[in-house]
């Protein structure tokens, strides 16, 4: 079934997060002396959310209907960990019990495989299914080319759950000159992109929203592996880092010459540097995504290279108020080809997507609440995304969670107003054992 290029691109990599924060778990001082322990830890919880108004193509109303359990296990060896994170869930909208592992991952040092005396402790290991991230931006992903979960995101489940995991290997090295990551993913792994599920979205070829619940396979699926690397290195008081990803197209935004939906192939190349500025933290990111598949640009059903560039600036503004803004800009490296060459001109996006984000998080009651409010704002596309949360945590053992994901714009077609329909409202209530 044909989708539209302009949603799908929703899936690639704007829109959407947590603080896309480094992967930080950092190895301990590993030593003979330490003692081997595990631990188990989890939660329970019931999560439930509603349209704010119907959808006609999709045949409820229910956009959240969880009952989860999270198991957790870790433990710790001379040299090395084991971590285990699994979620057995009903999900009520789709009527199915499902399970995710999380995480299940050795991680530990070179030496402890093979010695190798000064040079093995320069390099960590991490391998088996396990969540990945990196780069600067809040909600905003350029250089994070790891999947995502959006439907998750959109229902309003824990931010946690819009990073998804993948099962790959990392190697970390710590030299003076640098520290470096590379990260071989050894099969293709996709976001979980909005196919119609849960939510519909604007198909340029029907013009109108559709939801046909699709999903890609093979062979339209890559089964080649994909790689990535960071370089990083602090001087002074800024941290700069450099970039490069070998894969695919996150969410299947080309086609076929019959339509079917499937992954082209991408490469991207970036830097990042974040320091301290003022009262608070600058950051700036770039990345220029090279669309293997559609090098000209004269190839309507594959998306065309794009160059994307993120600055951003967070501060407390009060005591225990923080705010932050982000611009971001996105544009199409070969927009009169696309534009000479193109099957639905009248959808096609602008040359440039100017994106503005704002974000105020306010903490209260002996910091046992936290009221979040986040917004995406295109000036571009005279459209946005807001969405408001409240977590309430009185005690260690529970957590009350709330708030609303609303869609706004002028046109029904356009980047966030065609889920305007999805615009939901939701309540989690988790315990802690």
């Known amino acids: 079934m044909k989708i539209g290029l302009s949603t799908l691109a929703f899936c690639l990599g704007v829109a959407g997060s947590v603080l896309a924060q480094e992967d930080q778990w950092e190895m301990e001082e590993w030593g003979d002396e330490k003692t ?90 991490k391998v088996g299914q396990q969540i ?58 996709p976001d979980n992109y909005i196919n119609g599920d849960y939510f519909s979205f604007f198909s340029p070829f029907a013009e109108a929203n559709v939801a046909p619940g699709f999903d890609v396979t ?51 190349y970036g830097a990042s540097a974040i320091t301290p500025f003022a009262d608070g933290l600058l950051n700036v990111e770039m990345a220029y995504y090279d669309s293997k598949g559609d090098e000209q640009g004269s190839n309507p059903l594959v998306p065309n290279s794009q160059s994307r560039w ?15 803004a982000q611009l971001y800009l996105e544009q199409i490296s070969d927009y009169d080809a696309l534009k000479a060459n193109s099957l639905t001109p009248q959808y096609d996006p602008n040359r440039s997507r100017v994106l503005f984000t704002q974000r105020l998080m306010y903490r209260a009651m002996q910091q046992t609440l936290t009221l979040n409010a986040f917004n995406f704002y295109s000036t571009s596309d005279e459209d946005g995304y807001l969405k408001l949360s409240a977590d309430y945590s009185p005690v260690d053992q529970w957590q009350l969670s709330g708030g609303f994901n609303v869609f706004y714009g002028e046109e029904r077609f356009s980047f966030f107003n065609q889920f305007e329909d999805a615009s939901n409202a939701f309540v989690r209530f988790k315990y802690y054992y």
């Open 132 to 189: 990945l991230t990196w780069g600067t931006g809040d909600y905003v992903f350029l250089n994070d080319l790891f999947p995502k979960d959006f439907q998750s995101f959109f229902a309003g489940r824990d931010d946690d759950y819009l990073k998804a995991p993948s099962l790959s290997a990392k190697v970390s090295g710590f030299f003076d000159w640098a520290n470096l990551d590379v990260v071989i993913t050894p099969k293709f792994t």
């Open 36 to 125: 081997a322990s595990h631990r188990f830890s989890g939660f329970v919880e019931l999560a439930l959310g509603t349209r704010l108004s119907s959808d006609p193509v999709i045949n409820t109303d229910k956009t959240l209907v969880d009952l989860r359990t999270q198991l957790q296990w870790d433990k710790d060896f001379d040299a090395s960990r084991i971590k285990f994170t699994a979620d057995v869930y009903y999900d009520g909208v789709l009527d199915q019990t499902k399970l995710q592992v999380r995480e299940l991952a050795w991680q530990g040092s070179v030496n402890s495989i093979v010695e190798l005396g000064s040079w093995g402790k320069k390099l960590d290991i």
């Open 218 to 268: 093979s062979p339209n699926k890559p089964s080649s592996p994909e790689y990535a690397m960071r370089i990083y290195k602090t001087i002074g008081s800024t941290e700069y880092a450099g970039y490069a990803y070998i894969g695919a197209h996150k969410s299947p935004a080309s086609f076929t010459e019959f339509g079917e939906p499937y992954f082209s192939k991408l490469r991207v």
């Open 310 to 324: 993120l600055i951003g600036y967070e501060q407390e503004l009060v005591k225990n108020l923080t705010g932050s």
